[in-house]
């Protein structure tokens, strides 16, 4: 922080600062600075897979000179599967990307991390020192590891091949695992997702849903044809 500037005399100021300070602490670790409180990282062989990572920041109450740190997010998005779903999908470049992995900190840091970095209340250079650290600390030491565990072909079908707890989450699910096997040439294992797919989650009565998924079903049952 630039001393002669002086400290930061409002709550945007210090969120400036922290971000500042953050995003240098956070590239030693190759993350990209992002929109807002939002950093990504390339990863796996290939560097086909990104680890989007967030630390939200909220301001304290007006004439407050606070900010706190709200809980941290982590995922992961394998670009070819996801770009494949939208392609097949009928969807365009700008359509919303959709989470591949999703990570929990509640699982991922330990229970005596994730207190403190609940009880961060930033209003100094001292209190910004202390959040950069503890924050480094979490990525460091468990959602960095996390994302590399992560990022490979047998991590994803091991995930993929965990059902999923909530309808619209199993569909994604079956899609992903139906491009992931066509990609890898299990087309025979891609089908079997794709017929689960089409009995279960084609018809489920909202009409904008049940058209991008059938353009989809249609899509790539007509790859799978091509090449079996």
């Known amino acids: 922080m630039n001393a002669a500037q002086g400290p930061p005399a409002t709550n945007a100021e210090l969120k400036r600062a922290w971000k500042k300070e953050e995003k240098a602490a956070l590239g030693e670790l190759g993350f990209r600075g992002g929109r807002g409180d939002q950093s990504t990282i390339t990863l796996g062989e290939a560097g086909d897979w990104t680890g989007h990572l967030t630390v939200p920041k909220r301001s304290g109450p007006k004439d407050t000179l606070v900010v706190f740190l709200d809980p941290i997010g982590f995922s992961l998005i394998h670009e070819p599967a996801e770009a494949m779903v939208r392609e097949l999908s009928g969807l365009g470049e700008d359509a919303p990307e959709y989470v591949t992995v999703s990570g929990d900190r509640t699982k991922v840091l330990p229970a005596e991390l994730n207190d403190e970095l609940g009880k961060v209340r930033v209003s100094d250079a001292e209190g910004i020192e202390h959040a950069v650290s503890l924050v480094t600390t979490a990525v460091r030491d468990g959602i960095l590891p996390w994302m590399e565990e992560r990022a490979g072909t047998d991590a994803l079908l091991a995930h993929?091949?965990?059902?999923?707890?909530?309808?619209?989450?199993?569909?994604?699910?079956?899609?992903?695992?139906?491009?992931?096997?066509?990609?890898?040439?299990?087309?025979?294992?891609?089908?079997?997702?794709?017929?689960?797919?089409?009995?279960?989650?084609?018809?489920?009565?909202?009409?904008?849903?049940?058209?991008?998924?059938?353009?989809?079903?249609?899509?790539l049952g007509e790859l799978l044809r091509n090449v079996r």
Do not use: I, M, N, W
């Open 160 to 219: 993929l091949g965990e059902p999923a707890p909530s309808p619209g989450h199993e569909a994604r699910r079956l899609e992903r695992l139906a491009v992931v096997q066509h990609r890898l040439g299990h087309d025979d294992e891609a089908a079997e997702a794709l017929d689960a797919y089409k009995e279960k989650y084609c018809d489920t009565g909202v009409v904008s849903v049940d058209e991008q998924r059938r353009r989809f079903a249609a899509a």
